[in-house]
Nanobody, 121 residues
Framework: QVQLVESGGGLVQPGESLRLSCAAS????????MGWYRQAPGKQRELVAS???????NYADSVKGRFAISRDNAKNTLYLQMNSLKPDDTAVYSC???????????????WGKGTQVTVSS
């Protein structure tokens, strides 16, 4: 079992910045990829950014140049730096991990509960 806990959300004005964190805990689990998703009211959940075990990074077109995903393997923590925030960025942001348990090839995925980001003037 893997547990993911997000933090860092809040209420900010347009143009300001936030840094989200996702702390992962568990054992005997090898991570293939981690990512940040978001879901706004009335909209589908979308992938914001992802990073693979080999450090391959992808961003949604809407956040390119503004957001940056990174990880600290020593701290088992995933980050999302969000700059130049817009009202359209308002959503619940959730952390996701994809990987395998040692000794098995079956893929597992886990989700955090999410953290609210609200951008409003």
């Amino acid at each position: 079992q893997v547990q993911l806990v997000e933090s860092g959300g809040g209420l900010v004005q347009p143009g300001e910045s936030l840094r989200l964190s996702c702390a992962a805990s568990g054992s005997a689990f090898s991570i293939n990829a981690m990512g940040w998703y978001r879901q706004a009211p009335g909209k589908q959940r979308e992938l914001v950014a992802s990073i693979s075990r080999s450090d391959s990074i992808n961003y949604a077109d809407s956040v390119k140049g503004r957001f940056a995903i990174s990880r600290d393997n020593a701290k088992n923590t995933l980050y999302l730096q969000m700059n130049s925030l817009k009202p359209d960025d308002t959503a619940v942001y959730s952390c996701n991990v994809l990987g395998t348990y040692y000794g098995s090839s079956r893929l597992w995925t886990y989700w955090g509960k999410g953290t609210q980001v609200t951008v409003s003037s």
